[in-house]
């Protein structure tokens, strides 16, 4: 039996439907973003190969209010950021741990990292991500956004770029009532 003729068929039935595209964003593989309610901005590596997207943090404190659960940490950006900030804790993530980073005394083979919600501005498009915190003073960029931020979106990544979407340019936040 030949399945030959079909081949092409099957081959169209895998393609993205016409202006399927058209809707996606690319970006490099640096872009620049603002963190929405903290009046920044800063350099982010966008990694597909990462799933969530991290926020270099320090001084990581949980904490409840009315009865609700936060976290309070400060920016480990620079030492210029000195103020706390506060925000409800989204939920805790389970980092799997690289083989290099097991602890033995533990015997987790997982990080647990507290996430927050975080509206973050890319070129025209703003979108409220999930952002685990962490310590990445180690790391050259302080924002790390991975695949499933980078599906709110609608990214497509070309690593041959940086900063192609250029400064963030999204609408001011509306004031909340307080």
């Not at 058209?22 to 920044?40: Q, S």
């Not at 799997?96 to 507290?114: L, N």
Request: hydrophobic share 40%; proline share 7%.
């Amino acid at each position: 039996m030949n399945f030959t003729p079909a081949l092409p068929l099957l081959c169209l039935l895998m393609l993205p439907a016409p202006g399927q595209a058209a809707e996606k964003t690319v970006y490099g593989l640096n872009e620049y973003a603002r963190l929405g309610g903290l009046d920044l901005e800063v350099a982010a590596k966008l990694d597909t190969g990462a799933k969530t997207a991290s926020l270099s943090a320090r001084d990581i404190k949980r904490f409840k209010r009315d009865g609700e659960s936060w976290v309070r940490f400060y920016l480990g950006i620079d030492s210029a950021h000195k103020h706390p900030i506060e925000r409800p804790l989204a939920r805790v993530s389970k980092i799997k741990r690289r083989a290099s980073d097991y602890d033995g005394e533990s015997g987790k083979a997982y990080t647990a990292r507290p996430v927050i919600e975080l509206a973050i501005c890319m070129g025209q498009t703003q979108r409220t991500i999930e952002v685990n915190l962490t310590d990445r003073s180690a790391f050259q960029f302080p924002l790390l956004i991975g695949s499933e931020a980078l599906k709110h979106f609608s990214a497509v990544v070309d690593p041959s770029l940086k900063y192609a979407a250029g400064k963030p340019a999204c609408a001011p936040e509306a004031p909340t009532a307080e």
